[in-house]
């Protein structure tokens, strides 16, 4: 009994599943009753489907090359008449083949094991000659045939899109339905690749840092605890690698970097995961507009070699630039010059307000500089649209940061918005540790006045500091949030399998 394709398979509807689920486990149950592996542990492959493709394009229809294959491939699509069957064969990559079932090539016996336990879904070995069929459709002219993977579950109607919500929690599925599922992992893997080699080509280090942590460091967000029984301590699933890449940067390791997990037990929307990629970077000797530089040619690199051109192009069609020379912009400037009013880190708190106000902004935040920032959020980050560097924030926000070097009130430290969202951040890093210290217990006392985001003196980082470290650029950058800007898609469909509640 074979499925037929076109009719639309209700994947979702609970009875219709079951009845499915139940003659297809009958198949299996009569597979291994006759002997036959419903599973077996390998099947002997001499091809892909793309290399087969790939040797033979451009052939006219109704041609036999005389050259025999032996592949596998998941069933995607499934025809049988009477003396002919057609299945179609997809390979993980998406490519896809015909199989095609004579009569007279397998006989009767083949033919009708084939129409009663074969299904859609299926992963299937198939042995013969390739052929192009009478509408020129590459195939295989089927002389052996076995089951490589018995499915027990239907596919979803591959003639109707998969919801956001069923993409996200069925991501298995996904993939095999969806190619833009599937070109995006390559991007992502592509991506990665080559922030890889950039870093390579300029002498850094990749490092892995500890992710669990007897205290939460190097940014300002809320941390996972959890709780070590071999220790008997809660420790913290770290927020940032930040303060131990550091502490080997201390230790003279000049050009170190890292990609890997971090954990925010905040909010989640198109923008944030609580779970992420995270490429972090530190360059002795160099400071926040050196490692700017250094982020420009990562991300451009990045789109060179995922799309193989600076200009990509969205999920949507949109065509977005990455290319020539990023704008670098000042925050308190780009902020005045929006709001038509002086705004500098002497403007008084009370003007800040009442600007707030003026617009119907909310803030309640015991940080000066936090009025800024979201002052900035409203007149400035939504007419940002090509790629641009924000430079100099509030020092009361920034506790890692270096004081600006020639401006009072502000730190070195960049925010790069891409697509008008924030990408990456740079800095040059705050490397005197009596200053250090000074941050770290104003950020002590506003975590004792209950903010759960602010960081706590750590003594163990401030005594590696003590011992000298260089002057240093650091940067760091969400993948996710790379290929957000590479594929024009939400957080959620960048990251292979996201937290959904």
């Not at 149950?29 to 892909?48: M, W």
């Not at 840092?209 to 770290?238: C, E, K, W």
Request: proline share 5%.
């Amino acid at each position: 009994m074979s499925e037929n394709p076109d009719a639309p398979e209700p994947f979702d509807a609970d009875d219709d599943v079951s009845e499915q689920k139940a003659v297809r486990l009958a198949k299996r149950e009569r597979l291994i009753d006759e002997g036959t592996e419903a599973y077996p542990v390998e099947v002997p492959i001499t091809d892909t489907i793309a290399k087969v493709r790939a040797r033979h394009t451009d052939l006219e229809a109704d041609v036999a090359t005389g050259e025999t294959v032996a592949l596998a491939g998941r069933i995607v699509h499934l025809r049988n008449t009477g003396k002919l069957c057609f299945a179609a064969l997809q390979a993980g990559d998406g490519e896809r083949i015909q199989a095609m079932l004579s009569l007279a090539e397998v006989g009767q016996d083949s033919l009708d094991r084939w129409k009663e336990l074969v299904d859609l879904g299926d992963h299937l070995f198939v042995r013969g000659e390739v052929i192009t069929s009478r509408r020129g459709e590459l195939s295989v002219l089927v002389a052996e045939w076995r089951i490589a993977s018995k499915a027990v579950l239907p596919l979803p109607n591959l003639h109707a899109e998969l919801s956001e919500e069923s993409r996200v929690r069925s991501r298995y599925l996904d993939l095999i339905v969806r190619e833009q599922a599937r070109e995006t992992v390559r991007a992502r893997a592509k991506a990665v690749a080559s922030l890889r080699r950039t870093f390579d080509s300029h002498d850094f280090l990749e490092l892995e840092t500890p992710m669990l942590q007897v205290q939460h460091g190097g940014a300002a967000a809320r941390p996972f605890i959890t709780h070590s029984n071999a220790f008997d301590i809660d420790l913290y699933l770290r927020i940032a690698p930040e303060l131990f890449l550091k502490r080997a940067a201390v230790g003279g390791l000049e050009r170190i970097f890292e990609i890997n997990r971090n954990f925010r037990n905040e909010g989640a929307d198109s923008t944030h995961s609580p779970e992420f990629a995270m490429l972090e970077a530190y360059q002795a000797y160099s400071d926040y507009n050196g490692i700017a530089d250094l982020t420009q040619e990562l991300i451009q690199n990045a789109a060179l070699d995922a799309y193989g051109s600076h200009v990509v192009t969205w999920a949507d069609g949109t065509e977005y630039d990455l290319g020539g020379e990023w704008a670098r912009i000042g925050m308190y400037e780009s902020l005045s010059e929006a709001a038509g009013v002086q705004v500098t880190p002497e403007t008084p708190q009370d003007e800040l307000t009442a600007l707030a106000e003026s617009v119907g902004i909310e803030i309640e935040h015991p940080l000066r500089g936090k009025y800024v920032e979201e002052l900035w959020e409203h007149f400035v980050k939504p007419g940002l649209v090509a790629p641009t560097f924000v430079l100099d924030f509030p020092v009361d926000t920034s506790p890692l940061v270096r004081d600006h070097r020639s401006k009072a009130g502000v730190v070195e430290k960049w925010d790069l918005y891409v697509r008008g969202f924030e990408l990456a951040t740079g800095y040059s890093e705050l490397v005197d540790p009596v200053i250090q210290r000074e941050r770290f217990v104003e950020q002590a006392l506003l975590a004792s006045k209950g903010d759960p985001e602010a960081m706590r003196v750590d003594e163990e980082f401030l005594r590696a500091l003590e011992h000298g470290m260089p002057p240093t650029g650091g940067m760091g950058m969400g993948i996710d949030r790379l290929l957000m800007a590479l594929t024009g898609l939400g957080i959620r469909e960048t990251i292979l399998f996201p937290l959904v509640k």
